[in-house]
T-cell receptor, first 114, second 113 residues
Framework: DAGITQSPRHKVTETGTPVTLRCHQTENHRYMYWYRQDPGHGLRLIHYSYGVKDTDKGEVSDGYSVSRSKTEDFLLTLESATSSQTSVYFC?????????????FGPGTRLLVL | SQQGEEDPQALSIQEGENATMNCSYKTSINNLQWYRQNSGRGLVHLILIRSNEREKHSGRLRVTLDTSKKSSSLLITASRAADTASYFCATQAALEYGNKLVFGAGTILRVKS
């Protein structure tokens, strides 16, 4: 596996509480991504980062915020968790190579919002 | 909205048989990629085909791309029980900043031994 870790790996929380998920990479890749995976939807992009302090929204960004203060860390925050945010969250990293790029994924975080 | 749609949603075959999965997409792309996900794990990149390529091989994998039909297929030859996984196509759109990928819903492949 590429040097990507996610923490925590599992979390159970209650509706209305804040939750922060961490993605850490040791590959020094410029691009980092947060996805959520739900049955029947594949992976959907929440937010991504193209450098330190440079982030942008993805397809399903409502209710989520991100921060990247260091190249190696990308944080995903649910300000006030809702049951609809119960999902598996994956972090990915990538580096620009010519016109193409592949992404390398972390092991995922299972989040249950009660 | 999802870019890639995969067909079939699920596929069950015997070990040694070939498995074919199809992917359709909607807009112009730079490249199309296939990923595999074993149960409970993250996705692993399998193969990438660029928009100016028609066919690509990697070991037992063969990918085709038809940009006129906006479709791709992934063929796994001589399947093994270890190929049991979910397979996702992902497209990288032309003129898309951030190298973002848009994933399909995936095909669940089960290879019976």
């Amino acid at each position: 596996d590429a040097g990507i870790t996610q923490s925590p790996r599992h979390k159970v929380t209650e509706t209305g509480t804040p939750v922060t998920l961490r993605c850490h990479q040791t590959e020094n890749h410029r691009y980092m991504y947060w996805y959520r995976q739900d049955p029947g939807h594949g992976l959907r992009l929440i937010h991504y980062s193209y450098g330190v302090k440079d982030t942008d929204k993805g397809e399903v960004s409502d209710g989520y915020s991100v921060s990247r203060s260091k190249t190696e860390d990308f944080l995903l925050t649910l300000e006030s968790a809702t049951s609809s945010q119960t999902s598996v969250y994956f972090c990915a990293i990538g580096e620009r190579g010519g016109k193409a790029e592949t992404q390398y994924f972390g092991p995922g975080t299972r989040l249950l919002v009660l | 909205s999802q870019q890639g749609e995969e067909d079939p949603q699920a596929l069950s075959i015997q070990e040694g048989e070939n498995a074919t999965m199809n992917c359709s997409y909607k807009t112009s792309i730079n490249n199309l990629q296939w990923y595999r996900q074993n149960s409970g794990r993250g996705l692993v990149h399998l193969i990438l085909i660029r928009s100016n390529e028609r066919e690509k091989h990697s070991g037992r994998l063969r990918v085709t791309l038809d940009t006129s039909k906006k479709s791709s297929s992934l063929l796994i030859t001589a399947s093994r029980a270890a190929d049991t996984a979910s397979y996702f196509c992902a497209t990288q759109a032309a003129l898309e900043y951030g190298n973002k990928l848009v994933f399909g819903a995936g095909t669940i492949l089960r290879v019976k031994s």
